[in-house]
């Protein structure tokens, strides 16, 4: 069952008839896939996936400092669909559907049904000859929404025009299907990934463990398998995600399947999402624990989108201080170290 409404939610025994989520329905669009709704324990009311993907009145409470485009979007759209934030790459939101809708989306008033929509043909020529014409885009990022809701037909032809653009040397997706909806991760939709002739990369989105089910691991085997470089993606959620064993087991499972840890997103100002919020101390307290605790394939970089627009900056804990030849080091426990050492900590 893909459920889509408060009813459907009441009937799966997820909810309580409550009409305070009807006005949370009536803000912002409701999606669970059957995956998805395997996975919640509704039994537990901490339960990390119902807390993804389970709406709460708690989303009717807006603060101050929360924004429609928490990340600036807007401000860099210089046509319908594309987003140049950066010199050498866009964003080209073609779609803003997905499978599901996380409760914690940082484009939650840009996506759904009262969404920006799918781009129209026209939209979509005016895109790409946007791309065309700015040979310094060196790289494509294919976002929205969930690119890989479209059909692996529609994929192929967009996938088509950018191989005819000689510039643009990679394409990189972000989805959240390959652990929400496995089974449209097939042989067609592999090929229209690949249909670019450019180099693929995909960045997978799981916040929680539990997501890289059999169905999740197979679909990311056969992406890796095809060729496609994988990277993660996720967000750092309270009660979802922040504690260490819970980040330990979410990075150590991309790497099993062998996804390159790439981005943890302290989370953005999105409106009705401050019960999400952790502080950012707590966050680089986590990073650091990671450090010792778990492989170096495993540690993601802890990122803040700067609201308004600015771009990303690396938030993890700042190990180094100083200047030259007065460095102050901190190793993964938490010891201050002096560098270049005094010499007669010479051994
Ligand atoms: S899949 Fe991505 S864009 Fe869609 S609701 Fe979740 S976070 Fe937002």
Same mark, same amino acid.
């Given at each position: ?6 009813? &459907? *939610? ?7 008839? !409550? =009409? %305070?989520? @009807?006005?949370? $329905?009536?803000?912002?669009? +409701? ?83 009262? &969404? *920006? ?7 979509? !020529? =005016? %895109?790409? @000859?946007?791309? $065309?014409?700015?040979?310094? +885009? ?210």
């Amino acid at each position: 069952m893909h459920i889509r409404t408060v009813e &459907g *939610l009441v009937a799966a025994g997820l909810v309580d008839d !409550d =009409a %305070a989520l @009807d006005a949370v $329905a009536a803000k912002y669009v +409701i999606g669970i896939t059957p995956t998805v709704l395997a996975l919640i324990d509704a039994d537990d009311p901490n339960d990390p996936m119902a807390r993804q993907f389970v709406p709460t009145p708690a989303e009717l409470e807006t603060t101050q400092e929360e924004r429609a485009d928490p990340i600036g979007d807007l401000s860099h759209s210089p046509v319908e669909g594309i987003v140049h934030r950066y010199p050498d790459r866009v964003l080209l939101k073609a779609v803003h559907v997905c499978p599901v809708y996380c409760r914690f989306c940082f484009r939650r008033e840009m996506v759904g049904p009262q &969404g *920006l929509g799918t781009l129209t043909p026209a939209q979509l !020529d =005016a %895109a790409v @000859d946007y791309i $065309a014409s700015h040979d310094e +885009i060196w790289e494509v990022i294919l976002t929205g929404g969930d690119p890989l809701v479209l059909s692996p037909r529609r994929l192929a032809e967009m996938m088509a025009r950018l191989a005819g653009i000689a510039h643009v040397r990679i394409v990189r997706f972000h989805t959240r299907v390959p652990v929400v909806e496995p089974e449209r991760v097939d042989a067609a939709m592999i090929e229209a990934l690949k249909a670019s002739g450019k180099t693929t990369y995909l960045a997978v989105h799981a916040n929680h463990p539990r997501e890289f089910t059999p169905m999740a691991r197979a679909a990311m085997a056969r992406m890796a398998d095809a060729g496609i470089a994988l990277v993660s993606q996720s967000v750092l959620l309270a009660g979802v995600n922040d504690d260490v064993e819970t980040l330990a087991a979410l990075m150590q499972g991309f790497v099993e399947n062998r996804v390159q840890p790439y981005y943890l997103h302290h989370p953005d100002l999105a409106p009705g999402t401050s019960h999400f919020r952790v502080s950012i101390a707590k966050g680089q307290a986590l990073v650091s624990a990671l450090r010792g605790r778990i492989s170096g394939l495993c540690q993601p970089v802890y990122v803040l989108d700067i609201p308004g627009g600015h771009g990303k900056a690396d938030i993890g804990a700042a190990t180094i201080v100083g200047d030259e030849g007065h460095y102050s080091v901190r190793d993964w426990q938490g010891q201050i170290h002096r560098y270049p050492p005094e010499t007669d900590d010479k051994v």
